[in-house]
């Protein structure tokens, strides 16, 4: 027990350490800043921040999120982004077990996370973002070569249905980053899984927005990122057993 439990620690503090990333692309990728050479800084005052600033989660509290020299008030984000990522590492191990694509699928949360916050914020989806987790397909393409229909096939099937529903709208009914992602994670994850993806994620976007719409008075145009990342993290994990039970009672 005391072994399990220190193995979950450990992965939740490598979750967190990488949190802390994607919290520096949510903030400079859409800025079209460096996401690596550029030292971490205050956003007020420019305070260039030192080791023991930089401490996920912990230099936040320690802070009482403040800047060190300014003591401007500090982003909820910074602690919500990296506890959420670390929480979500030791869940997709927890489910996934030990095991090659448990590390992808760690990778593939991180892009998810850093994607859906962009595009809540922006509309967009960084083409960056997708190349990475191209490059994330091509990996589990690789290590799953028996498989590499299904992968194949789940780069077409639902991308090439948005595709055409792109051009039908110009790029009203869906935006070109959206039709990229579901082409990519269909490399991950294969056509069943996929399209489970895509039905989840439509359906999380409708009922959200429309409760959004009526509770903060938010617009009909909506960012549909958030929604079909987390249909892909529900149908990562949980998608077969989803599939055997619906088939289950047909």
Not at 124 to 136: A, D, H, Q, R, S
Not at 229 to 244: D, T
Request: glycine share 10%; proline share 2%.
């Amino acid at each position: 027990m005391l072994w399990t439990i220190l193995f979950y620690t450990t992965i939740f503090l490598f979750g967190i350490v990488i949190g802390s990333f994607v919290n520096v692309c949510i903030y400079r990728i859409p800025k079209k800043e460096d996401i690596v050479r550029v030292r971490s800084h205050c956003m007020n005052c420019g305070y260039q921040l030192k080791w023991h600033d930089l401490v996920p989660l912990f230099s936040y509290f320690a802070l009482r999120g403040r800047c060190r020299k300014c003591k401007a008030a500090l982003s909820v984000q910074y602690p919500a982004v990296e506890a959420a990522n670390g929480i979500l590492y030791v869940t997709v191990v927890l489910v996934n077990g030990i095991n090659v694509e448990s590390l992808l699928y760690c990778l593939l949360t991180s892009a998810l996370i850093t994607l859906s916050v962009i595009d809540f914020r922006t509309y967009e989806i960084p083409v960056g973002i997708n190349i990475f987790i191209l490059t994330i397909g091509l990996i589990k393409v690789v290590t799953d070569l028996s498989g590499w229909l299904s992968y194949l096939i789940g780069f077409c099937s639902v991308s090439v249905f948005l595709t055409i529903l792109y051009y039908a709208t110009k790029g009203r009914g869906i935006g070109g980053g959206d039709v990229k992602l579901m082409a990519v994670c269909g490399l991950v994850l294969g056509w069943k899984l996929i399209i489970l993806a895509f039905f989840i994620g439509c359906v999380l976007g409708a009922v959200i927005h429309v409760i959004r719409m009526k509770v903060s008075g938010e617009g009909h145009v909506l960012a549909m990122g958030p929604y079909l990342s987390a249909g892909v993290f529900l149908a990562m994990l949980w998608g077969n057993s989803m599939i055997e039970w619906y088939l289950h009672f047909l």
